[in-house]
């Protein structure tokens, strides 16, 4: 089956909205016309307003880094998913290991912001990976099927296509170290056979299955040759233009 791949931008907390659109303005005319990927941005909250209408009408989307798993309410410095859906937001982050790691963002978390992105139509980019003690203990394999099995607690086949998982090895996030294409191409069919194993084997090959951690332009290529590879999700390396764009036509 045919994934069509995704490359996602995390600015994380960089960028103000003046440095957002300069961004846009010397990105969007290296990717022109490239149709084979999705590319998705993912600016901090502030600057979803002056990126969304600065890609209006190109090969771009544009999405959220974290939301609030209910529509409205009471509770301060969160975003709802009704916020992102009207300002023009497509995408959504979820679990990101650095909200898991400094916000106590939880399994159980993770899976009601799915089930509300569902509902919102938002597409869900949801980020599961082991922290190295956990790997260097032998419990990958482990650690990743409770971790995608509490995600998709409670979600039918039905709604389970819109969903795209990022595998992050925490220990590869932002630290320069990236797991080798083999080792990721290896933590991919583990999730697929297990998202296979709740939902069935095709709604399992339809999800795209990205691998993010210190994705660079010089390691892009072998990593999203793997045939399990349906893309990437890039932090440090998608902040600067030109760097994200050999990224993106790797
Ligand atoms: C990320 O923030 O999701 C990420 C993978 O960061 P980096 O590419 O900097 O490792």
């Not at 045939?227 to 390396?237: F, H, K, N, T, Y």
């Amino acid at each position: 089956m045919s994934r069509k791949p995704l490359i996602a931008a995390n600015w994380k907390m960089y960028k103000t909205p003046a440095q957002a659109q300069e961004f846009v303005s010397a990105f969007l005319p290296l990717v022109a016309g490239h149709d084979r990927d999705e590319i998705v941005l993912c600016p901090s909250d502030t600057s979803l307003a002056a990126v969304i209408p600065a890609v209006a009408g190109s090969n771009i989307a544009v999405g959220g880094q974290n939301m609030h798993f209910a529509d409205e309410g009471a509770y301060t410095g969160e975003t709802s998913p009704l916020m992102l859906n009207a300002i023009g937001a497509t995408h959504i982050l979820i679990g990101h290991s650095e909200r898991r790691q400094y916000f106590n963002e939880t399994d159980e978390m993770v899976n009601k912001k799915l089930a509300t992105a569902l509902k919102h139509k938002l597409t869900p980019i949801v980020c599961i990976g082991e922290v190295l003690a956990e790997r260097e203990a032998g419990h990958t394999d482990e650690v990743l099927r409770k971790q995608i099995t509490l995600a998709l607690t409670g979600v039918t086949p039905e709604d389970a296509e819109a969903i795209v998982v990022a595998y992050e090895p925490v220990w590869a996030i932002g630290t320069g170290k990236t797991a080798t294409p083999e080792m990721a191409a290896e933590a991919h069919l583990l999730i697929r056979s297990e998202i296979a194993r709740r939902l069935g084997r095709n709604i399992a090959d339809s999800i795209r299955i990205l691998y993010g951690g210190s994705v660079k332009p010089d390691n892009a290529t072998a990593l999203l040759n793997q045939p399990e590879i349906d893309g990437a999700l890039v932090g440090g390396a998608s902040l600067d233009p030109n760097s994200f764009a050999k990224i993106v036509k790797y």
